[in-house]
């Protein structure tokens, strides 16, 4: 019986793999370290902004706490940040299980 819930499980990821390959890979073209740069830096600019606004807000706070909409800029960058990440994760792991095709920079190795 393990062996057949094993052999399941490994259809299962297989189907889950090639079902997955087959809907993203033709809506994104093959990918080089170039087109994954502006994904990195948008998530940078975006970890920047967060970061900037919680450091501006310290400084005029000074002992006191931060207002309903100084707290709500503050969500939203944070919120903005956090889905480039986890949209920049998601393409990570999709490169990793194969859904994408990539392509090496001249002189670099396949990926």
Known sequence: MPHDNNRLLL???KTIRDINRDVINPLIPELGL???RPVMGAV???RAAYLKELFDLSEILHDS???PEQVKQLRLLRMIYEE???GAKALETAIQRGYLDVHS???GSEN
């Open 11 to 13: 259809e299962i990821e």
């Open 65 to 67: 706490v931060p207002t």
């Open 105 to 107: 920079a001249p002189g």
């Open 84 to 86: 480039l990440v986890a």
């Open 34 to 36: 170039e087109d994954i």
């Open 44 to 46: 940078a600019r975006a």
